[in-house]
């Protein structure tokens, strides 16, 4: 049986999954006619247009094609693209591009089995092609496929010229039907499989299978991520105990399997209740059953809805905690993501909500400073980072170069559900200078400081260090839970990669983790005495990094836990506060300091490793974190504490914020209380133990008595 190895994180231009799988057998027979159909008549009024079909010898059971396209304008500018589709070749091989004998450039096979070369000028160096020329793409010094370049073809006139032909006899008793385009085909068994697995170092994996049957053929995607392994680590595949092929990991502990018989590739038959296991070695990592994928019907009200038990004056604290269904999601979207990539300063983010039934989401969706007016929203899927797939929604155009969607509520199936906890979902906007996409970003399950019940809101919780006990409002009574010491320093976050936040303790450079996936205990050294732990998501996979700034030398060290290594870097001084912020809103948390002593921020910016500086504060001011703006980027922000006012520089158009919320000696802990996109304003009061919320959607505020002092709450920093 033949065996592929793919994998993610490509960077070329993909057919989406369905048109992949149930089309790809057309081939160039689709994708040719229309680059001749549409450039035609282009090439005498504005320059010179060339394309050339490109075949090859079959590889396996698999033959590649291709094509190969230049146009250069009168003006100047040239363009060169070379596409080619069905090259069975393991996953990266790199294959070279020749016009005639000169080498012109090189590019990586996606899992996809395509890949794409693509050269504008000026910024790149473009070959002049004339009519005639040859193409050739190699590996190494095997030819794999060869064109040559040639005008396009032009529509042949008619004999006699006459666009309509003259009527004659009677008229047809019955219209000839007109040809319409061939149907998607109508698949004739669909199966999906979740799949599940132990935690590995701390982290749980996850992961889905999709089996689809036609009368034509048949596909099956395999989808894995959060796997805490080392990169490049090949996951071998199996369906009813039989091996079907292999998976690749990348640094996010991410990959796929992609076989299609319209590919060549052979393709298992599956059934309900086949088993789908993903080992590393003779180790299982992944396992799941194949089940039908009917949608979840709507629950109907009942005419008289009877009760069900009686609730507890004061629930029971759980004893350690247990795994619950994600239903919370977040992206930030920026135009690195796109594929292929895009140059913008435009930002975004977005925020899906599940609902209890898990028959609806409801999608919250932001963006800012698009080069152009925006024209179109999507969400799309399945699709691991740097793949695309199909739209599944669409969000109504709200036009602009900035602005909000107004909330959009959609039903979703089973199989859906399933591809969002995956991370398999992403959003992209288009805008009239780049409609297919200007910016995206992968929607991810993500937690904050405090989300221990699941719910849609941070939870209103304390760590109680003369204890070492963790308190949780449930809304209807508490949830405690012992964890640390007294000298602990709490660090809630979501370290397992299950989209909720786990209890954690930070003492001496060690690490205590009560896993909220497994109920399991994690224990890590990093770090020492005297380190101060930053929790943060550094390498962006939606899970919290172990990370400490260590004074003594202003040096950073943080533990990626997509598992692809360590960073040290020594950014800050003695004195310096670190503050655990996604400044530039590309999804990852960048390394920032705040100088109490001259009220400068500094940062180093995670999408460009660019520096950053600005003057916001002064001497005792509190570096705080949040999205104020609701813009998908954190704002430089500070609490004083001597006054109990907010300043604000908000990252959507540079305004200034002030706002009064609380007094001396309340600790600031900003959070998402409300639902919406946007951060909190909140204070929290040791002397009396008390919450006081000002909530961003709609400016009223609330309060709770919940905690004692020297109560730390888990939403401050």
Known sequence: MKRNRVVSKKTNKLKTWKIAFIAFALGLMTIVPFYFGEQTGAQTTTGTFLVANLTGEPIGSATPRGFGRYFATTSGPKTFDVEVVNVN????????????????GTFQLSSNKSGRLHLEAPEQTVPTVAEGATVTVKQGATVVLTGAFALPPTPSPTATHTPFPSPSGSPHQSPTPRPTMTPRPTPVATFFAPLTGETIDGVAPRGMGQYVEFTEGKYLNVFVGHVNLAEATVLTVSVDDASVGEITLDDDGEGNLRL??????????????????????????????????TPTPHPSPSASPSPTGSPTTTPTPRPSPSPRPVRFFEGRMNGA????????????????????????????????NLSSEQTTATINGPAIAGETADTIFELTAVGGTSGHFAPATFDVTAEQVEQLRNGLWYIQIGSTDNPTGEIRGQIRARSHHSVFTGSETEDIAVFRPNSATWYVSTGTGL??????????????????????????????????????????????????????????????????DLAVFRP??????????????????????????????????DGKTDITVFRPSTGN???????????????????GDVPVVGDFD??????????RASTGAWYSLKSSNGA????????????????????????????FRPSNGTWYILRSSNGTYDFKAFGTNGDIPTTSN
């Open 89 to 104: 070749l393991p996953f990266r091989t790199v294959l070279e591009v020749f016009v005639g004998e000169t080498s012109v």
């Open 260 to 293: 299609s018989t319209a590919n060549g590739d052979t393709v298992p038959t599956v059934a309900a209740g086949s088993t789908l296991v993903v080992k590393n070695g003779e180790t299982t990592v992944l396992s799941g059953t194949f089940v039908v994928p």
């Open 337 to 368: 993501q796109v594929v292929p990539a895009v140059t913008t300063q435009a930002r975004g983010g977005v925020k899906v909500v599940l609902n209890n039934d898990e028959t609806q989401i409801t999608v919250y969706a932001g963006f800012r």
């Open 479 to 544: 949830t405690a839970k012992t964890l640390g010491t007294a000298d602990s320093i709490p660090v809630s976050g979501d370290f397992d990669k299950d989209g909720q936040t786990d209890y954690a303790a930070f003492r001496n450079g060690t690490w205590l983790i009560s896993r909220s996936s497994d109920g399991g205990t994690t224990v890590k050294q990093f770090g020492t005495t005297g380190d101060i732990p930053v929790r943060g998501d550094y390498d962006g996979d939606g899970a919290n």
């Open 552 to 585: 003594s030398t202003g040096s950073w060290y943080i533990q990626k836990s997509n598992g692809s290594g360590m960073i040290a870097t020594q950014f800050g001084q003695n004195g310096d506060r670190p503050v655990a912020s996604d400044l530039d809103g």
């Open 601 to 619: 921020w500094y940062s180093l910016r995670s999408s460009t490793g660019a520096f950053y500086g600005v003057k916001f504060g002064q001497n």
């Open 630 to 639: 609701g813009d998908g980027s954190d704002d430089v922000t500070v609490f």
């Open 656 to 683: 200034f914020q002030a706002i009064a919320w609380g007094t001396a000696g309340d600790i600031p802990i900003p959070g998402f209380y409300d639902g919406d996109m946007t951060s909190d304003i909140a204070v």
